[in-house]
């Protein structure tokens, strides 16, 4: 064995023979017990940063502990490859997207092996495979036949730098979600998954998702936004035509004074007086640059623009003035809504602001509001009054009343709504997944048949970033004949959204090598649902939620046997680091900045907020550079000693050169007592220190094991081998007990071999075993190791002593107190005083003061 730890050469020779005998490759053994990890697979933007770095370590510990245990792991990895970046990159280097992905792929394929993650490389795919894509083509034609598949015109979310459309959940702030640009309205026809139709299962089924984090379920639930009441139609004054609207406080009604449109109703322009167009027009165009979410939130100002039309209240006969305004999304219930001024805050600033008239029609018990008075709408229960028949319900009960009213009449149902809308999945791009479809003059919208699949992406394509899809103009791809009268016809040229590749890539991990579908049924029962899921809190509503309609969808196509994908989640934080400013230059990486100045100018520095990782803000880390000075076990030891998982990290310079100095003392401690051991068996009785040591071996073991096994707390398990190399360097008798030496260091190594996986095999081979460390199997505690010695303790009343008591050396303070407020020959001396204090000397005595 080597004196100095060298972790260039430890990890280049564990990498290789990994990957000669591929230790990690696994299949499906019926009867064998499994265990499925998965991180959210990366975008090939062609490197890898400390956040990768973060969540794959993560889930390659999980994976390493598991199989340690003897169970069947499965972690593979693959590529998340189509999409805009890599056909913005294509236009800027001048080269094609797929030889741009897979050039990526290759570099970043190196760098995680370099890392040492112990993913089955043979199972290895990009989501722009042929061999991936055919299958999702092949799902969708089955979705179209079943209805759950269709294209209809629609208001979407355009972006205008990327030129396509953009789902509800990919516009922030405004903003696309890729590029940044201002997000735009268009009216376009496009292609959408009914995901409302499993709205309710979606919705019921996170009570039962009892491993993810709460606020992911939350934001799924919101998302999904279930609400019940009624649907009820008002009458456009001197038209037959109807607005409908959703409403859960059917209550209110009589207390309806206009009618609210969302700017994207179908019927906003067409209700509008010519007198009003120019007017309604202007607004319109405006709130479309308004950011949706923002529009509706409690902040936002309130407007709105007469149409010039009414409609009529079907209780009270009311005229009801028709307004667009910009609080109302089509995006919920029906994009319009009745409004009630005097019970709802919204209602109630718009009304003041455009002198509309307000009608109380709930009084609280023992108050009597007036309209005209009001300052703030009132939101509670009461009695309901101004509401003809009925008056005097309580309103709760009026609900249903009015509810079964509007229903006998028919100009309402009483209906669940959903926010969730269905999924719009066209995007007017060139790299992606070709949906099968052709369009006949004659037949309409024909699926591709089958025995034609794939739909194969052309490569011979001119990228210039302007006036859409290229597909569009590819005149071989795009004339075809239709598959039902042979006549001329054209192909689509949309692409499918990059989250219909990410919405099923996990279950095609369990069978990557199957020709005959997506998935191999027995397969994916047998590896699936993932056990593990890990990635950021970002992908809560999209990702996640897609992923379970996918899921959902699959299992009713009858192609697995699956309700849920993932069994438990893991929402990793995010790496941060200090940003550094020059006022000349901008942001600086820290290799720019010379003795506190800017290495360009000279001038003085300024250290900023501690950010979010960012090439932008270049706060950023090379994890090849990091491997290179320490190695990739010490990039792997800080990410997952700096802090818990699902907390942010804040990079440490000293804290990686802590870590690296911790493996060489770990280094040294086998090296320097090798020749103590070497042959030594583990003694099952020992005293004094050598029981001590082995007190905190076995502790140690039982510590790591609850920190990791569905904890994951894996910093406070790595302090905990700290401590036990703490303990081997302080342990005096040595060459006396050279066997519960050798147990401590076994076990500190074996407890690394997930965090650290090189210097421990490394190790576990010059401690003399022939097998691997995962070979070796998991340490197991002896609970009889762990008994600590009786102490006696003395205890004291009034400072007197009145009796003692034996307690484990290891009892904490509140359980020596119980031991001794109990004890028989000292509870005569208390009886009927009142205890004031117990003190605890730790070790000694016990001091109960009494008056």
Not at 115 to 126: K, N
Not at 740 to 766: D, K
Not at 813 to 820: G, I
Request: aromatic content about 10%; hydrophobic content about 40%; proline content about 5%.
């Amino acid at each position: 064995m080597e004196e100095r730890y060298n972790p260039a050469a430890v990890e280049e020779k564990w990498q290789r023979l990994w990957k000669e005998n591929k230790t990690f490759k696994v299949e499906a053994e019926a009867g064998r017990e499994k265990y499925y990890v998965l991180e959210m697979f990366p975008y090939p933007s062609g490197r890898i940063h400390m956040g990768h770095v973060r969540n794959y370590s993560i889930g390659d510990v999980v994976g390493r502990f598991k199989r340690m245990q003897g169970l069947n792991v499965l972690h593979p990895m693959g590529w998340d490859a189509f999409g805009m970046p890599a056909e913005n990159a294509a236009i800027q280097h001048g080269t094609h997207p797929a030889e741009w992905t897979y050039k990526n792929i290759d570099n970043m394929r190196i760098q995680l092996q370099k890392m040492g993650f112990s993913y089955d490389w043979d199972r290895e795919f990009a989501t722009c495979d042929v061999d991936y894509y055919t299958w999702e083509q092949l799902v969708f034609l089955e979705m179209f036949e079943r209805g759950l598949a269709y294209k209809k015109s629609s208001a979407v979310n355009w972006c205008p730098t990327c030129q396509t459309v953009l789902a509800n959940e990919q516009v922030e702030d405004g903003s696309c979600w890729r590029c940044e640009s201002e997000v735009e309205g268009k009216e376009l026809d496009q292609w959408f998954f009914k995901t409302t139709a499993y709205a309710e299962e979606l919705l019921e089924q996170t009570e039962k998702l009892t491993g993810w984090p709460e606020r992911v379920l939350t934001m799924q639930r919101n998302w999904i936004g279930r609400s019940t009441g009624c649907e009820i139609d008002f009458v456009l004054e001197n038209s037959e035509q109807k607005i409908r609207v959703f409403t859960t406080r059917p209550d209110t009604l009589c207390g309806a004074t206009f009618m609210s449109l969302a700017p994207e109703h179908p019927l906003a322009l067409e209700v509008t007086t010519d007198e009003k167009r120019q007017d309604v027009e202007d607004f319109i165009r405006r709130v479309k640059k308004q950011d949706k979410f923002q529009r509706s939130s409690e902040e936002f100002e309130k407007e709105g623009v007469f149409t010039g039309s009414f409609c009529l209240n079907p209780i009270t006969g009311r005229r009801m003035p028709v307004f667009l305004a910009n609080f109302i999304l089509m995006e919920y219930g029906t994009g319009a809504v009745m409004a009630v001024p005097t019970h709802d805050q919204r209602d109630f600033q718009f009304a003041r602001k455009y002198d509309l008239p307000m009608v109380v029609v709930i009084q609280p018990e023992g108050q009597e509001l007036q309209a005209e008075t009001l300052e703030e709408a009132y939101v509670g229960t009461g009695r309901l009054v101004n509401s003809g028949e009925f008056d005097g319900l309580d309103n709760d009960v009026a609900k249903e009343q009015i509810a079964n009213y509007l229903d006998r009449r028919e100009l309402g149902s009483k209906t669940i709504n959903y926010r969730l809308r269905d999924w719009g999945v066209s995007r007017q791009r060139y790299w992606g997944t070709p949906i099968p479809i052709i369009y006949c003059e004659h037949c309409g919208a024909v699926p591709v048949p089958r025995e034609q699949l794939p739909v194969i992406l052309p490569t011979d394509v001119a990228l210039t970033g302007e006036g859409g899809s290229p597909l569009a103009t590819h005149a071989e791809f795009v004339r075809t004949s239709c598959p039902e009268c042979g006549r001329a016809a054209r192909r689509e040229t949309d692409t499918f959204d990059t989250f219909v590749e990410s919405s099923w890539y996990f279950l095609r991990y369990a069978s990557p090598d199957y020709q005959q579908g997506p998935v191999d049924r027995w397969r994916a029962g047998y590896w699936a649902p993932v056990d593990q899921y890990i990635g950021g809190i970002e992908h809560a509503v999209m990702h996640l939620l897609y992923a379970r309609f996918f899921t959902k969808v699959l299992r009713d196509l009858g192609m697995i046997d699956l309700d849920e994908p993932f069994s438990n989640l893991l929402t990793q934080g995010m790496v941060c680091m200090e940003t550094i400013a020059c006022s000349e230059h901008g942001w600086l990486y820290p290799e720019e900045v010379e003795d506190g100045k800017c290495g360009r100018c000279g001038a003085p520095v300024t250290l900023g907020r501690t950010e979010k990782m960012s090439k932008s803000k270049k706060n950023v880390i090379d994890p090849d550079s990091l491997i290179e000075r320490f190695g990739a076990d010490t990039a792997r030891l800080f990410i997952l000693f700096a802090a818990p998982p699902e907390k942010d990290l804040e990079w440490s310079d000293q804290a990686v050169e802590g870590c690296y100095r911790f493996l060489n003392r770990v280094w040294r401690a086998v090296a320097e007592n090798l020749s103590l051991i070497e042959g030594a068996t583990v003694p099952q009785d020992v005293s004094g220190a050598a029981r001590d040591l082995r007190r905190t071996t076995h502790r140690t073991i039982k510590k790591v094991t609850q920190d990791i096994d569905g904890r994951f707390h894996f910093n406070t398990a790595i302090a905990a081998i700290m401590e036990l190399v703490n303990a081997v360097y302080a342990f005096e008798s040595k060459a006396e007990a050279a066997g519960t030496l050798r147990e401590a260091l076994e076990a500190a190594v074996r407890l690394l071999a997930p965090f650290v996986p090189h210097i421990s095999e490394e190790l576990w081979v010059a401690l003399g075993h022939q097998q691997g460390i995962e070979a070796a199997g998991w340490p197991q505690w002896d609970e009889a190791a762990l008994a600590a010695e009786a102490l006696t303790i003395v205890i004291q009343v009034n400072g007197k002593v009145r009796g003692k008591i034996e307690v484990a050396a290891d009892a904490d303070e509140e359980t020596v107190k119980t031991c001794a407020l109990e004890n028989p020959n000292v509870s005569r001396f208390i009886e009927g005083k009142t205890v004031r204090k117990v003190i605890v000397v730790p070790g000694r005595l016990v001091n109960i003061v009494i008056s």
